[in-house]
């Protein structure tokens, strides 16, 4: 079995007591590599830190919608010099969350399109969070005029869209990663994504420490967990999970540009 974890947060504290079995143990069951996504400064330094310690792990630098109301004038550049580092593969996670709305909309829209040129400058590809903001996200990604390095290169982490949704991103040329809801009784609009998209464009990811799979959603969330949803997708594509693990992981190193590790 070969897989790739696209998105985690290995770097947060509920890893700190046992960060190094839980990246061991998502090893031993196949999974060649993790990206952990910062989601504020601080927490993207310690993504940077985590990928610097561990084989394997990358790392991404970004600014989260809940936080877009504490950059400041030197944050920017702080995640820049961050970003100037050969384990860094994306810029992320940046979006709109128009459900907590943990920052005021407007501040969201502003930085998430800040960020997107940013990545652009970087020519590092974007990792997008949007939760329920699909008609904005897309608006949005589709007036950005990506391309100065290569095409508008990204993923839109833990997609809850609908197909027209995904059709719509894949357009722009964007990657849509599936995470552990999938395997959730009530998530048949994933289902239906995950069938109908091509595989090539799929990534699938734990967003661990949360979004645990069925049937651990009382426990905390981990890489190797990503397991259940490479096995999910399988089922509903109707191959084995060994060919899905290895499609999805052969997609992200198209697109983050790495090799899959051994
Ligand atoms: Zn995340």
């Known amino acids: 079995m070969v897989l790739v974890d696209t998105h985690c947060h290995i770097e947060m504290r509920s890893f700190d007591r046992d960060r190094k079995a839980v990246i ?13 996504v910062g989601v504020d400064l601080e927490d993207s330094r310690r993504a940077v830190t985590v990928a ?24 920017y550049d702080i995640l820049k010099q961050l970003a100037d580092n050969d384990r860094v593969v994306a810029w992320g996670e940046i979006g709109l969350d128009f459900f907590r709305n943990l920052s005021p909309r407007a501040e969201q829209n502003r930085r998430f399109r800040e960020q997107l040129d940013l990545a652009d400058d970087l020519n590092l590809p974007v990792i997008i969070h949007d939760r329920d903001a699909h008609g904005e996200t897309l608006g949005i ?3 950005w005029k990506g391309g100065r390095t290569g095409g508008k290169r990204g993923v839109v982490h833990c997609f809850s869209g609908d197909t027209a949704m995904a059709q719509a991103c894949i357009d722009l040329g964007f990657y849509i990663s599936i995470p552990a809801t999938v395997t959730y009784r009530n998530a048949s609009r994933t289902r239906d994504v995950v069938r109908a998209v091509p595989m090539e464009r799929l990534l699938i990811e734990t967003d661990a420490p949360f979004l645990s799979p069925e049937p ?3 426990e905390r969330n981990e890489p190797a967990h990503v ?9 509903i594509r109707g191959m084995e999970p060994e060919q899905a693990g290895e499609i999805t992981s052969r997609n992200a190193s198209e697109l983050f540009g790495f090799e899959v590790f051994p």
């Open 216 to 218: 651990l959603r009382r």
């Open 24 to 36: 061991e143990r998502a090893r031993s069951l196949g999974v060649r590599n993790m990206i952990a």
């Open 52 to 75: 610097g310690t561990f084989d394997g792990v990358f790392a991404a630098v970004g600014i989260h919608p809940h936080d877009a109301k504490k950059i400041d004038g030197k944050t």
């Open 141 to 143: 990604l589709k007036q």
């Open 227 to 235: 397991l259940y949803t490479a096995r999910k997708v399988a089922e």
